[in-house]
């Protein structure tokens, strides 16, 4: 990932959201990482205009207020934000928000192993693969 | 990759082409490796209910008769084909086509690197994170087994 931007983390579990921002740092991954617990505050948080772009969105799907679809619906209608990778992080399985997801071009899906170690390792796949890619500067 | 579908490489270039092939030999790939040389071509095979339907597509940009960018904004649009990953894989790391990728919603850009152990790393990078990853083929059950136990092996 590129350090210097900020990974944002759409995550209503506090539990969750400091397991991804302790793996992060174990991996020594990213400096910033701003974690909003819904989709209407990361979407407020993304238009606000002061605020950084991140380089990467990682989304929780099953969130009070906005959950991961509708925030996702509303990020690639908004031709200022829909340049931002997004990758699904969630409990969930089911196949219809796997095909949900991929139908707004999610950049992949994960499935948040419950075991620590494994949970490490799929967070360091993720920062690995947007290492070796490069990202849309930040506008 | 996660599903035992092919990969589709969109790529005009033989030498790259073959660099590829020899990257999934060389990492004991499973998955099968389909070759279309344009983005014209590339939209044929998609459309044609006789081929399967790629798990991802690694996408080339420069190249003749349909380039990347163009085959992008068609492949985004048709609703059969739009769920598909697409990654982009080039020589190109002008701003301008990684901004307009991306505004087309590839799941990654990876400039090609020119030493081939550097290549294979890219490749197995790639093929790690498109195993964790859902694909939305509906294929779960046994298959997500397999991969997670090959994972913790």
């Known amino acids: 990932m590129h350090k210097s931007r900020p990974l944002l983390l759409v995550e209503d579990d506090q539990v969750d959201a400091r397991a991804v921002k302790r793996a992060l740092d174990d991996l020594n991954m990213a400096d910033s990482v701003v974690h909003l617990p819904n989709g209407e505050e990361a979407l407020a948080y993304l238009r606000s205009g002061v605020n950084e772009r991140p380089c990467l969105i990682l989304l929780d799907l099953n969130m009070p207020r906005m959950n991961g679809i509708e925030f996702l619906r509303e990020v690639k209608n908004d031709p200022s934000l829909r340049r931002i990778p997004i990758v699904v992080l969630t409990t969930s399985r089911e196949d219809r928000d796997v095909l949900g997801t991929f139908e707004h071009s999610v950049a992949g899906y994960m499935v948040k192993p419950i075991d620590y170690p494994k949970f490490v390792q799929t967070i360091q796949a993720i920062a690995e693969y947007w290492s070796l890619s490069v990202l849309p500067a930040g506008v | ?153």
Request: negative net charge; proline residues 5%; aromatic residues 6%.
């Open chain 2, 1 to 153: 990759m996660r599903n035992a579908k092919p990969v589709l490489l969109v790529e005009d270039d033989n030498i790259d082409a073959m660099t590829v092939a020899r990257a999934f030999k060389d990492l004991k790939l499973t998955n099968s490796l389909s070759r279309c040389t344009n983005g014209e071509e590339a939209l044929a095979y998609l459309r044609d209910p006789n081929h399967k339907e790629p798990c991802v597509i690694l996408l080339d940009l420069n190249m003749p008769r349909m380039n990347g960018t163009e085959f992008l904004k068609i492949a985004k649009s048709e609703e059969r084909l739009k769920s598909i990953p697409v990654i982009v894989l080039t020589t190109s790391n002008e701003e301008r086509d990684v901004v307009e990728s991306f505004r087309l919603s590839v799941a990654g850009y990876i400039v090609k690197p020119v030493d081939y152990k550097k290549f294979v790393e890219a490749i197995r990078t790639i093929d790690l994170y498109w195993t964790l990853s859902e694909l939305p083929d509906g294929e779960t059950g046994v298959e997500n087994a397999q991969v997670e136990t090959a994972v913790a092996g």
